[in-house]
């Protein structure tokens, strides 16, 4: 287990165990450890918070609906983060064109109030993490969605390329290579001058 | 180096860069999910999922009226369950006749449930000895089904139970 979760693997075996019984407290801890980063996921993929907020608790609840069925083979997070995979391309799938056309302007300043509610730098700074906040949204909405998705997933899900290259059924070259385009060209376009 | 190599360290390079640049969590209020989620885990209840470990010492019958009564209540609706427990008096002495798990469809609505359950789980405690057997078994039962109920984070607790029985025994005395 990795990510926000102050348990050892042993207390979160317990916790998955425990879940996998419906038990309440279970599921608590579960949407403590994970909902930041799934919201993240959401919200980078396809820009608009209030949908991110829907889409991850969509994924809880479905996880309560399939956590019986859910075998230790593989990963919780990864079978976690192949769920919100999965949600983001039936999103996808039925309106292609709204998705990540851009983060909208309130999100974003909603979403740097939040981050910059806990830091302590001036003006100044918040300014400029506002500006960066908006253009790596825009920068990934200008990605094609597969190439998104990978860089997503590894940095939110924790995934690795085998995971992914599973789970999108996607020989394992060919994730690699969307990785290394997309975060080469992410780089490139944040990096150039505007 | 391989080639396959080289991509995987620029990879791991800009993955460092991409991590200082992209926050790794973001802000969310989790009290609403942990609401949804609870009503989706007593729709799970609901469908015959009940937490192994709710019914602690009951015994298989009790187990099997447990999950009877979240069936039928599911086939009714998808509101709340609400375990009354009945007493009924027949002829001149006090005997306890039959437990029923009553599937109250919305019960601030004053609606009942459908009169097939009822049956139900009556039969299932048919089987129990008109004796202290099945008073002990009730009581664990109403033991189980309060802690489900703190479970699911209350509105029916041990008040409910204690002053719906009298209500229950003026509706049943009919039809039990």
């Known amino acids: 287990m990795s990510g926000q979760h102050s348990a050892t693997e042993q207390d979160w075996a317990e916790v998955i165990r425990k879940a996998t019984r419906l038990e309440a407290e279970a599921f608590d801890e579960i949407v403590d450890a ?8 959401f919200q980078r993929m396809l820009g608009g918070r209030e949908e991110a907020e829907d889409l991850v608790q969509e994924v809880f609840v479905r996880i309560v609906k399939g956590i019986a069925d859910y075998r230790e083979e593989g990963r919780f997070e990864a079978w976690l983060f192949r769920i919100a995979g999965n949600l983001v391309r039936d999103r996808l799938r039925r309106e292609p064109k709204e998705a990540a056309t851009g983060i909208a302007e309130q999100d974003c300043a909603q ?7 806990r830091q302590t730098g001036g003006a100044g700074e918040s300014l400029e993490l506002q500006e960066n906040v908006d253009r790596m949204q825009k920068c990934l909405a200008k990605l094609p969605s597969m190439e998104r998705e990978v860089i997503l997933m590894r940095h939110y899900g924790e995934l690795s390329f ?8 996607a020989p394992l070259g060919t994730v690699l290579a969307r990785a290394h385009r997309g975060l080469a060209k992410l780089r490139q376009w944040m990096e150039s001058p505007t | 180096m391989s080639e396959g190599q080289r991509q995987r360290d620029e990879i791991a390079c800009d993955e460092e860069w991409f991590a200082g640049v992209c ?11 942990k609401r949804t989620l609870r009503i989706a885990l ?5 469908a015959g999922h009940v937490p192994c470990d709710v019914p602690v010492g009951l015994s298989a019958r009790t187990r099997q009226a447990v999950r009877e009564a979240l069936l039928a209540a599911q086939g009714g609706d998808q509101g709340r369950i609400r375990v009354i427990r009945l007493r009924s008096w027949i002829g001149g002495g006090l005997a306890v006749a039959a437990a029923i798990c009553f599937a109250v469809v919305g019960p601030w609505k004053g609606s009942t449930p459908p009169v097939e359950s009822e049956l139900s789980f009556a039969r299932v405690f048919e ?17 189980a089904f309060l802690e489900l109920d703190q479970s699911v ?24």
């Open chain 1, 111 to 117: 979403d740097l109030e939040l981050r910059t509610g």
């Open chain 2, 153 to 176: 984070a209350g509105g029916w607790g041990e008040d409910f139970w204690e002053e719906k029985v009298e209500d229950a025994l003026d509706q049943s005395e009919g039809g039990v």
């Open chain 2, 23 to 33: 926050e790794r969590s973001a802000e969310i209020d989790t009290a609403r999910i």
């Open chain 2, 127 to 143: 089987e129990f000895q008109v004796d202290g057997e099945l008073d002990q078994e009730l009581n664990r039962l109403r033991d």
């Open chain 1, 162 to 169: 085998a995971e992914i290259a599973e789970y999108t059924e």
């Open chain 1, 34 to 41: 994970y909902s930041g980063r799934l919201f993240g996921f």
């Open chain 2, 42 to 46: 007593e729709e799970r209840w609901l």
